[in-house]
């Protein structure tokens, strides 16, 4: 399985539940079951809570999500489905710092559990990544982690204006 991430997602149905349960109506992940059985409440709960979502009711539209929550309600869908690539582009570009890290966090964790993820970020490194990749003017060249950039993942790259920054 690879799944893709885009930077805006689009959820569908008429609530939270609905849109994050989507993949599971379809006949190749549903497998005859009712898409509620397959994928409870609770994981969802769970996985939108450690996303730093824990004021969005399952029950609310999708519509009515703020651009932030609409992405993180986006990945919490793609990674309970468990894929084992993740392409993932500019999933925490609408989000506030905090926020982002509690979106690294998951992503490291799925990475941890044999998940390969790449991420796109024009955000700084964030020390999450195995590998950071770099394309500029064409060029895809691999990072050099110093002990100063190691020790300050704040700092902006230089070019970062310019530069698609990618994780793995």
Do not use: F
């Not at 997602?9 to 994050?20: C, D, H, Q, S, Y």
């Not at 006949?27 to 730093?52: V, Y």
């Not at 500029?136 to 530069?163: H, Y």
Request: glycine share 8%.
């Amino acid at each position: 399985d690879v799944a893709y991430l885009p930077q805006k997602p689009i959820l569908t149905g008429k609530n939270v539940a609905e849109a994050i349960r989507l993949p599971w109506t379809l006949a190749i992940r549903g497998k005859g079951g009712k898409a509620e059985q397959l994928l409870p409440d609770e994981r969802i709960r769970t996985t939108l809570d450690a996303m730093g979502c824990e004021d969005i009711d399952l029950e609310r539209a999708p519509h009515d999500l703020s651009g932030g929550q609409t992405a993180r309600v986006a990945l919490a869908r793609t990674l309970l489905t468990d894929p084992k690539v993740l392409l993932a582009d500019e999933v925490d570009a609408g989000l506030d710092d905090d926020n982002a890290a509690k979106v690294a966090t998951i992503m490291a964790d799925a990475a941890t559990r044999g998940m390969a993820i790449i991420r796109i970020r024009h955000r700084p490194p964030d020390g999450r990544a195995t590998r950071t990749l770099t394309l500029d003017k064409g060029r895809l060249t691999e990072r050099e982690m110093t002990d100063s950039a190691a020790q300050d993942a704040n700092a902006v790259p230089d070019g970062a204006d310019e530069n698609e920054e990618t994780q793995a």
